[in-house]
């Protein structure tokens, strides 16, 4: 069974950072590129960053590029995301999807 959990969000303040883990199995994640997503309260779901396989393509949204990090370790099957200068815009759900499987999401909330 693909399982993918998304771990590491809560209330920061404007400008703070956060570090998302994502800890995934059933599936040959080291083969696999992996993305972040993230859901803000209200709307639909919005990509955010992809890294392939080996780590080193990354892929982000304009609007977080220079602000976030996407790296992994494949020999301990995690994913993250590193998040500096966190804005009130970043607030919302943050997923990780691999092997086409989203998994369950963790809240990050940033306040003005």
């Known amino acids: 069974e693909v399982q993918l959990q998304a771990s590491g969000g809560g209330l920061v303040q404007y400008g703070g950072s956060l570090r998302l883990t994502c800890k995934a199995s059933g599936f040959a994640f080291s083969y696999s590129p992996l993305t972040w997503f993230r859901q803000a309260p209200g709307k639909g779901f919005e990509w955010v960053s992809t890294?392939?396989?080996?780590?080193?393509?990354?892929s982000y949204l304009g609007s977080v590029r220079d602000r976030f990090t996407i790296s992994r370790d494949n020999a301990q099957n995690l994913l993250y995301l590193q998040m500096n200068n966190l804005k009130p815009e970043d607030t919302a759900m943050y997923y990780c999807q691999g092997n086409d499987t989203r998994g369950r999401g963790t809240l990050v909330t940033v306040s003005s």
């Open positions: 890294i392939d396989a080996s780590g080193d393509w990354t």
